[in-house]
């Protein structure tokens, strides 16, 4: 299993969203977010430090998905997150030792869909 963490422009939820449910993966977690990312070092330089401490209005994704489905969520994310521009976001791949449905107490890849 796998925990994707993807930082996007709170505008690219809701299509995000859909093509996820669209390919068969309806279960994530939705967060507020605040961040900065690369670029901000460099407008540090030109704009002094108040700049640099600007952090842009983000959207956290959060979903667990078995390692098959990997890399539909990802493809998913990329083509209705990217602009192909600076600031699109990022993702964030991480290993899931366990999972359990609290409902149910079934363990392992059974509870996350
Ligand atoms: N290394 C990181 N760790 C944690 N959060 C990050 C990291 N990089 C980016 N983020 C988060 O992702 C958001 C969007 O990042 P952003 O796309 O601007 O990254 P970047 O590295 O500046 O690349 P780009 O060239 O696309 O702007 C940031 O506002 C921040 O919340
Ligand atoms: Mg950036």
Redesign the pocket.
């Known amino acids: 299993m796998k925990k994707i963490e993807a ?1 996007i422009r709170p505008s690219k939820l809701k299509a995000i969203q859909q093509g996820l449910k669209d390919v068969d993966i309806p279960c994530l977690t939705v967060l507020p ?8 070092s460099f407008t540090k330089i030109y704009r002094g430090t108040e700049q640099s401490l600007t ?2 209005q ?1 959207t956290m994704i959060m979903c667990v998905v078995s390692d098959e489905n990997l890399d539909k969520c990802v493809n998913v994310i990329l083509k209705f997150g990217s602009d192909g ?6 993702i964030f791949i991480y290993n899931v030792e366990d999972a359990i449905r609290m409902s149910t107490g079934v363990r392992g890849h059974e509870a996350i869909h």
């Not at 977010?33 to 901000?40: F, M, N």
């Not at 521009?85 to 990022?90: M, P, R």
């Open positions: 930082i977010a605040s961040g900065t990312g690369l670029q901000k952090l842009q983000r521009e600076v600031g699109d976001g990022k």
